[in-house]
Each structure stands twice: as structure tokens, then as C-alpha cells.
């Protein structure tokens, strides 16, 4: 089974600032089946980001994803003080058939 | 816009079958473009697919959870449901519904979703 791992854990910062957010797979990846989500506390996730580096609707132009084979990149551009929330990346294994997720990387206000 | 809704008893037994449906609404389940999913998260912690399904009823399942899930369609009602048989407190999550976007003959992410149910296995 491919293992998505999300770094850093935790990343304080402030609004303004540049997040880049990574995700490493264990075993190389389709691009076309690496996807982004943001969660906020008590909310269902939300899609940011498929196929690697395509932002879904209504996503802010600030969301940018980018990444192939083994390690992919979510960067914010200039966080607004809504972007502070766990980011999950997921991916689809065909060897094994299943969609796993990252473990998250929480932001937070520095 | 599509909403997903979920919903099902909060609380199981030990040994039960949890079961949840999931309510589609705003556009229509049988679709040729998607699948339907199941997504669980336990408190405080990380997300884990279940399994999706189409509309003709073929499902795709997670490996770890396949011998005791079953996942089912009603096109007429615009549902689709989850059973997961002899729980334990370790099934305890919220889980959610979403729409699964197929993309050349695969499923693929996950948008929308509904807003989660949570289950509390304990008895």
C-alpha cells in the first residue's frame, strides 16, 4: 500500500505569509490521482486541488499545487486568516485499488 | 449544487452492523461521471476511505475493511448506503458521503461532501 506523508505536522505562520505544504508517497504516484483538501474544525473537507496542480471551482488563485512521482507541493501564495485549517493530500493506488490520505498538515496562526 | 446528506443512528452496539444512507440531492446519482464514496474519520484524527460505488452497483472497497462492508445503491430514492458489520469502538468516526469524480474509467477525488455523521460505537 502506497503511505502518503505529509510534512511538516504542524506549520505556524503568519497572514501574508507563503505556506508550502509537502506531501512524500512511499511508491511513485499518477499526477492525474493527487488531490488536495482543506478542513476546518467541525467542517467536512473541502477539494483544493486535483490532479496534482488544477484547482477546483471557486478555489482562490492563491491555492497552487505542483508535484510528480513521489513528491507533491500545495503552496498558498499570501495566507488570509480563513486558510488556517488541516490540509490533507490523497492519492489513488492501483496496485492495491484503495485512496489513501495523508495524516495532515495542521496551519496555524503564528 | 449537489448537497450530500447523511444520516443514520449515532450510536451502535459492539458486534452491530452500523448503517447510514446518504441522501443526494441538487443532481442525480446516476450519473455516468461518478462514483459515490464513503469516508470516515475518527475524532481528532485523519481520513480513511471506505469504499465508493456506481450507480449500476459496482463498488470499489478498501482492502482493510472489504470483509465487513457493504455499500448499495437506490437509484429511485437518489441514496446510496453504508453497512459495516461487528463494530467496535474503534469504528467509532465521523463519516461522510461525497461524490467520487470519475476520470478515464477510475474514480478519483472526492467533491462534494456532506457535511459527516458521527457514529459512537459503545454500548
Known amino acids: 500500500e502506497i503511505v502518503l506523508t505529509q510534512s511538516p505536522g504542524t506549520l505556524s505562520l503568519s497572514p501574508g505569509e507563503r505556506a508550502t505544504l509537502s506531501c512524500r508517497a512511499s511508491?511513485?504516484?499518477?499526477?492525474?490521482?493527487l488531490a488536495w483538501y482543506q478542513q476546518k474544525p467541525g467542517q467536512a473537507p473541502r477539494l483544493l486541488i486535483y490532479g496534482a496542480s488544477s484547482r477546483a471551482t471557486g478555489i482562490p488563485d492563491r491555492f497552487s499545487g505542483s508535484g510528480s512521482g513521489t513528491d507533491f507541493t500545495l503552496t498558498i501564495s499570501r495566507l488570509e486568516p480563513e486558510d488556517f485549517a488541516v490540509y490533507y493530500c490523497?492519492?489513488?493506488?492501483?496496485?492495491?485499488?484503495?485512496?489513501?490520505f495523508g495524516q495532515g498538515t495542521k496551519l496555524e496562526i503564528k | 449544487q449537489l448537497q450530500l446528506q447523511e444520516s443514520g443512528p449515532g450510536l451502535v452496539k459492539p458486534s452491530e452492523t452500523l448503517s447510514l444512507t446518504c441522501t443526494v440531492s441538487?443532481?442525480?446519482?446516476?450519473?455516468?461521471?461518478?462514483?459515490w464514496g464513503w469516508i470516515r474519520q475518527p475524532p481528532g484524527k485523519g481520513l480513511e476511505w471506505i469504499g465508493s460505488?456506481?450507480?449500476?452497483?459496482?463498488?470499489y472497497y478498501n482492502p482493510s475493511l472489504k470483509s465487513r462492508v457493504t455499500i448499495s445503491v437506490d437509484t429511485s430514492k437518489n441514496q446510496f448506503s453504508l453497512k459495516l458489520s461487528s463494530v467496535t469502538a474503534a469504528d467509532t468516526a465521523v463519516y461522510y458521503c461525497?461524490?467520487?469524480?470519475?476520470?478515464?474509467?477510475?474514480?478519483?477525488?472526492?467533491?462534494?461532501w456532506g457535511q459527516g455523521t458521527l457514529v459512537t460505537v459503545s454500548s
Open positions: 460505488i456506481y450507480y449500476s452497483g459496482s463498488t
Open positions: 511508491q511513485s504516484v499518477s499526477s492525474s490521482y
Open positions: 461525497a461524490r467520487h469524480v470519475l476520470v478515464v474509467a477510475l474514480p478519483d477525488w472526492f467533491d462534494p
Open positions: 490523497q492519492q489513488y493506488g492501483s496496485s492495491q485499488g484503495v485512496y489513501t
Open positions: 441538487g443532481g442525480s446519482i446516476s450519473s455516468s461521471s461518478y462514483y
